[in-house]
């Protein structure tokens, strides 16, 4: 185990990780506190706008999003774990930087400053290059045996003017395989959830749902890992195959693989239940 | 998808009410460039909602550009186009589709034409209605508000209950402290749109 002090780091949730998925938030608080990092939640955070914002106006949707930006304290990075979250903050930070008028906006709005070198990532970035199985009691692969289908939805997706951030491509397949778990290959790695549509067109959404998880059936695995809290939910609720295959977080599942004990209020929050294939794999009692 | 849907279309375009303006302006609302698009159709190979809307992103593109702003104001795919940016990371040209799209509905709201898919962008109002008050969205009352809204309480009751047993639709909304804030970037505009 790490016995160094553990690093702070500012966190924004988002509405999804503070409501509909707090397994997620949850599961990767464990984690992160297990490698030795300290996220802390940003102070009085508000919604990033999502999808509804910029539908409709472009200064609203720079607003809500800004204002997160101008709560961050300043020397040390701003992390999120909602992939939708990450793009509405880092797309008001480029705007910002580039923007004298819209930072005199932002600074006459809020009345704080500006802060140019604000780090904005994602989890991946923190995770990347790090050796977790170092960190997992007795150095034991735990995830031996679970074969996965990464599912990463629309999160390696930029638009072009933020193209220049990183993207994970293979990272979440990279991570668990040094834990023990087999990716399996398939082709909706990358295809989208339908997000918002789920309300207003169930429609569509269900019929993409289904070609989804029947993929995932297909390529024979345990069951789909996403890290995305909009597509795990999507793909709970808008399936309506017959046999279905759970989702686990990707941050529940590194838990697990650490020897986390935390997971009871997890896994029970799950609408595809996936306590019987973890404790047939041995990961959980 | 439309029936009547027919590339090429057999109608030739009418040449009597094209706005050649049309692409500054989207220019203007959005920063994206749509002159840029040469329409080697990638965006629409790999559009995930190609077969529900009535037109494959570039052809909104070529809408525009040819000056059709009611057609291109009153497509389905403004609405459903879910900003994914699967197709944006395909273009050679490096368009930004999404922020296109975005233009366009702000526009189509602007104008209040025909709103193609009215229960999206009632969905959105009821999404920033919530943020309004709260500062953070409420699902639930995004939810009960938007099947009020359609007069239609059951279609969903099944998942919305299941949802509601496993804790993911919490009955009391996340608030933040600093709502003026909020408030405040809400204020009625000087252009009169509305957002909620």
Same mark, same amino acid.
């Given at each position: 185990?790490?016995?160094?002090?553990?690093?702070?780091?500012?966190?924004?949730?988002?509405?999804?990780?503070?409501?509909?998925?707090?397994?997620?938030?949850?599961?990767?608080?464990?984690?992160?506190?297990?490698?030795?990092?300290?996220?802390?939640?940003?102070?009085?955070?508000?919604?990033?706008?999502? !999808?509804?914002?910029?539908?409709?106006?472009?200064?609203?949707?720079?607003?809500?999003?800004?204002?997160?930006? !101008?709560?961050?304290?300043?020397?040390?990075?701003?992390?999120?774990?909602? +992939?939708?979250?990450?793009?509405?903050?880092?797309?008001?930070?480029?705007?910002?930087?580039?923007?004298?008028?819209?930072?005199?906006?932002?600074?006459?709005?809020?009345?704080?400053?500006?802060?140019?070198?604000?780090?904005? *990532?994602?989890?991946?970035?923190?995770?990347?290059?790090?050796?977790?199985?170092?960190?997992?009691?007795?150095?034991?692969? &735990?995830?031996?045996?679970? &074969?996965?289908?990464?599912?990463?939805?629309?999160?390696?997706?930029? +638009?072009?003017? *933020?193209?220049?951030?990183?993207?994970?491509?293979?990272?979440?397949?990279?991570?668990?395989?040094?834990?023990?778990?087999?990716?399996?290959?398939? +082709?909706?790695?990358?295809?989208?959830?339908?997000?918002?549509? !789920?309300?207003?067109?169930?429609?569509?959404?269900?019929?993409?749902?289904?070609?989804?998880?029947?993929?995932?059936?297909?390529?024979?695995?345990?069951?789909?890992?996403?890290?995305?809290?909009?597509?795990?939910?999507?793909?709970?609720?808008?399936?309506?195959?017959?046999?279905?295959?759970?989702?686990?977080?990707?941050?529940?599942?590194?838990?697990?693989?650490?020897?986390?004990?935390?997971?009871?209020?997890?896994?029970?929050?799950?609408?595809?239940?996936?306590?019987?294939?973890?404790? !047939?794999?041995?990961?959980?009692? | @998808?439309?029936?009547?849907?027919?590339?090429?279309?057999?109608?030739?375009?009418?040449?009597?009410?094209?706005?050649?303006?049309?692409?500054?302006?989207?220019?203007?609302?959005?920063?994206?460039?749509?002159?840029?698009?040469?329409?080697?159709?990638?965006?629409?190979?790999?559009?995930?909602?190609?077969?529900?809307?009535?037109?494959?992103?570039?052809?909104?593109?070529?809408?525009?550009?040819?000056?059709?702003?009611?057609?291109?104001?009153?497509?389905?795919?403004?609405?459903?186009?879910?900003?994914?940016?699967?197709?944006?990371?395909?273009?050679? @040209?490096?368009?930004?589709?999404?922020?296109?799209? /975005?233009?366009?509905?702000?526009?189509?709201?602007?104008?209040?034409?025909?709103?193609?898919?009215? /229960?999206?962008?009632?969905?959105?109002?009821?999404?920033?209605?919530?943020?309004?008050?709260?500062?953070?969205?409420?699902?639930?009352?995004? @939810?009960?508000?938007?099947?009020?809204?359609? $007069? /239609? $309480?059951?279609?969903?009751?099944?998942?919305?209950?299941?949802?509601?047993?496993?804790?993911?639709?919490?009955? @009391?909304?996340?608030?933040?402290?600093?709502?003026?804030?909020?408030?405040?970037?809400?204020?009625?505009?000087? /252009?009169?749109?509305?957002?909620?």
């Amino acid at each position: 185990m790490n016995r160094k002090a553990s690093i702070d780091l500012s966190f924004f949730p988002g509405c999804s990780l503070d409501t509909t998925a707090t397994e997620n938030n949850l599961s990767l608080n464990s984690l992160f506190n297990r490698i030795g990092y300290n996220l802390v939640e940003l102070d009085d955070w508000n919604c990033c706008g999502s !999808s509804s914002a910029h539908s409709i106006n472009s200064e609203l949707a720079s607003d809500l999003a800004t204002r997160n930006l !101008s709560l961050a304290p300043k020397g040390r990075p701003l992390v999120a774990a909602c +992939p939708s979250c990450l793009l509405r903050l880092q797309d008001a930070h480029f705007h910002l930087k580039k923007n004298d008028e819209e930072r005199l906006r932002y600074e006459e709005r809020w009345g704080r400053p500006f802060d140019p070198e604000l780090k904005i *990532l994602h989890f991946f970035e923190i995770l990347d290059g790090i050796d977790l199985l170092s960190f997992a009691k007795d150095r034991t692969k &735990r995830l031996d045996g679970l &074969r996965f289908v990464p599912y990463y939805g629309c999160m390696l997706a930029h +638009p072009p003017d *933020l193209t220049r951030e990183k993207e994970y491509h293979g990272l979440m397949e990279k991570i668990l395989a040094s834990l023990g778990a087999t990716p399996l290959s398939w +082709p909706h790695a990358s295809q989208c959830c339908g997000t918002f549509l !789920s309300v207003a067109r169930p429609d569509i959404v269900t019929p993409l749902v289904d070609r989804i998880i029947q993929g995932a059936r297909d390529a024979g695995t345990d069951c789909i890992i996403t890290a995305c809290a909009m597509c795990h939910l999507n793909l709970e609720v808008r399936c309506s195959l017959k046999k279905t295959i759970p989702t686990l977080y990707f941050t529940e599942v590194l838990s697990l693989a650490l020897g986390s004990d935390e997971h009871k209020t997890w896994f029970s929050r799950h609408l595809v239940d996936p306590k019987p294939l973890l404790r !047939s794999k041995g990961l959980i009692q | @998808m439309k029936a009547d849907r027919q590339f090429p279309s057999k109608e030739l375009i009418k040449s009597n009410h094209l706005n050649l303006d049309f692409v500054s302006e989207i220019e203007k609302i959005s920063g994206v460039n749509i002159n840029k698009c040469y329409h080697c159709k990638t965006c629409a190979g790999g559009c995930h909602f190609y077969q529900t809307t009535d037109y494959p992103p570039n052809s909104v593109i070529r809408l525009a550009q040819l000056g059709l702003r009611n057609e291109a104001l009153e497509c389905s795919t403004i609405w459903l186009c879910v900003g994914c940016h699967t197709c944006s990371i395909q273009c050679p @040209m490096g368009i930004d589709m999404a922020g296109f799209m /975005d233009g366009l509905r702000q526009i189509a709201i602007r104008e209040e034409v025909v709103i193609a898919e009215p /229960d999206i962008l009632n969905f959105h109002r009821d999404v920033l209605h919530t943020i309004k008050r709260h500062g953070r969205t409420h699902k639930l009352e995004v @939810m009960l508000r938007y099947k009020a809204r359609k $007069w /239609d $309480w059951f279609s969903d009751l099944a998942v919305g209950l299941k949802m509601f047993s496993k804790g993911k639709l919490h009955l @009391m909304p996340s608030k933040i402290k600093a709502i003026g804030e909020i408030r405040k970037i809400f204020a009625p505009r000087p /252009d009169g749109v509305i957002y909620e």
